[in-house]
């Protein structure tokens, strides 16, 4: 019995690499092309994937399993970031235990002051965030640096740089496209997730980039325990959502600075809406 690697799934046949080959093959039987995720781990015979082993992890958006790191890619300007896009996304990695590192690409578009303001209330928070300018080949040594052992993920919206990122770490040559003006977005918009081998038993993904993301399917009250800054505070309560019970050590922080203004705003925000969700969510 033979495995392998699925880089990419196209229609109803999935690339996979297997020892020294990439194949190109078809699900078996009740196993559908659909139901295959780039990342996926699979069992293979003759021509077919006859089984996909059991998930480490599995990312909605992007559609890709068994992650080590999420790269949240985002950049200041073309286009410009939007924070609880970012926010939403480290939850999603968060909700699965997916440990998730943010890169702000295009830094030769922004101050200097621009990037630490950005940067400052994740660093605080906990993650780590590099900032890269893939032209001039800046910051690519130190990401290069942080990639783990496994499959790390490229995600973010449309034209920040995540193929081009891809190819900075790389010597593959991926279509990159110039923003248009009008839709903002890359014209060599990336289509599908795609697995790259990037050596020493790394693998990059490059995804296709999404704007709008769901919160996780987690009750509204285990939101508190997606945000690594609220972590190890003192509530007076147990259950305490950090909203506006008495003696809460977050608020208690958030007063002393200690914790971010926008990052804290945009949890109440996120905690209403999960709130505010249908009872088939919780
Ligand atoms: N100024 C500047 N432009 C960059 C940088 N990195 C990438 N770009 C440009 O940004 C545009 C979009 O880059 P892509 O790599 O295609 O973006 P993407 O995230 O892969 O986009 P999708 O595939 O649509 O999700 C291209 O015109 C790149 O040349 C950078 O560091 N600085
Ligand atoms: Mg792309
Ligand atoms: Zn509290």
Known sequence: MKSGVVLRVLGDRAQVRSGEEVLSLRPKGVLRADGLLAGDEVEISGEHITKVLGRRNQLGRPPVANASLLLVVATLRDPPVQPSDVDRILLQA????LPAAIVV???DLATP???SEFAAPYRNAGYEVLETATIRREGIAELQAILPQGLSVLAGPSGVGKS????????IAVDVGAVSARLRRGRHTTRSATLYEIGEGRLLADTPGFSAL???????????DLYPEFQDRECRFNDCVHRAEPDCGVREALGLGLIDEGRYERYCRFLAELEGRPPQWH
């Open 113 to 115: 002051e621009e990037l």
């Open 214 to 224: 769901e919160l996780p399917n987690v009750p509204a009250a285990k939101l508190r």
């Open 164 to 171: 081009s990122l891809l190819s900075a770490l790389t010597d």
């Open 94 to 97: 968060a909700a699965i235990d």
């Open 105 to 107: 690409n295009k830094r």
